[in-house]
């Protein structure tokens, strides 16, 4: 089992609305520096146009940073899909997150089981794992119904409690229901605020280990240490009030939650 970052954890640093918008080899960069070991590539659509050469270059400088590289992406098409599998061949990657929806295509559960039934048996023949992470979109008894059907070791859960609020799904509760098909963590906090004038909440993130995930919990049902299973930092962080601030509490929440893991982790080890 290993702590990493995901891009989702640089989600205002890497974007267009700071001066200076970090690429993936400063990401790179910053996940050694902190002492993770992971580094998750999710929906970063840019990854999908790089040539062979420049995957090749990334892949050898995640070796040299002792980088473990994983990928995320959205929707169940077997093209996509298959592409996915190519890029993870070039860059050794050994997971690849992935959702039943895409921009362009909703399945149904019986088209996602069908779909995954033809992707699934190649994964297996590269070693590598798709995870269904549990978000609002679609229901977490839906999710892990398709992966009991297929029941592959191919194919899991990627675990994101907080998504599954916005569908009325309490995040212990899908924690219990998913932790025998967990394969992948990502780790953020979340709270709900008073609005101004006390009419409505917000509901965002906030530094881990301050909001309402159950940590403990999530660790005592999934075990992610004695089943190996890697946990992703990302964050919900609201826009401050300039792009300074808010790379720096960008910076900020990465520490704290790498900090938080580890030392609820010690088994992980850090760099």
């Known amino acids: 089992m290993a702590i990493g970052l995901s891009t989702y ?28 070991t992971v580094f998750q590539i999710c929906d970063y659509p840019p990854v999908e146009a790089l ?15 002792s980088l473990q590289l994983e990928l995320g992406t959205r929707g169940l098409e077997t093209a996509h899909l298959t592409r996915y599998l190519t890029l993870a061949q070039a ?8 959702m039943f929806n895409s921009v362009t295509h909703q399945p149904t559960p019986d088209e996602a089981r069908e779909l995954l039934r033809i992707i699934v048996p190649q994964a ?31 194919l899991g859960i990627c675990l994101d409690p907080g998504n599954c609020v916005a569908a009325l799904e309490h995040p ?12 992948n963590l990502h780790i953020k906090d979340f709270a709900f605020a008073r609005q101004n004038g006390w009419v409505g909440f917000t509901y965002s993130g906030s530094p881990l280990g301050t909001g ?6 999530l660790q005592n049902a999934v075990r992610p240490n004695e089943r190996h299973i890697n946990q992703v ?37 850090q760099r």
């Not at 860059?91 to 992935?98: A, P, S």
């Open 233 to 269: 930092v990302e964050h919900w962080l609201p826009w401050q009030s300039s792009p300074e601030e808010t790379c720096r509490q960008e910076a900020a929440w990465t520490t704290q939650s790498l900090n938080f893991l580890f030392a609820h982790n010690p088994q992980a080890g």
């Open 9 to 36: 954890a640089f989600f205002w640093r890497m974007s267009s609305r700071v001066p200076d918008p970090m690429g993936l080899e400063a990401m790179l960069d910053h996940t050694a520096e902190s002492g993770a």
């Open 91 to 98: 860059l050794d990657v050994r997971f690849i997150r992935t």
């Open 124 to 154: 297996e023949q590269q070693g590598v794992q798709f995870g269904l992470e549990t978000y609002e979109q679609v229901k977490t008894r839906t999710l892990l119904d398709v992966v009991d059907a297929i029941d592959s070791p191919a």
């Open 172 to 183: 212990c509760d899908v924690i219990d229901m998913t932790a025998r098909r967990v394969v």
């Open 212 to 217: 309402l995930l159950d940590y403990d919990h």
């Open 51 to 65: 040539s062979f050469a420049e995957l090749e270059k990334l892949r050898q400088r995640a070796e040299d940073l």
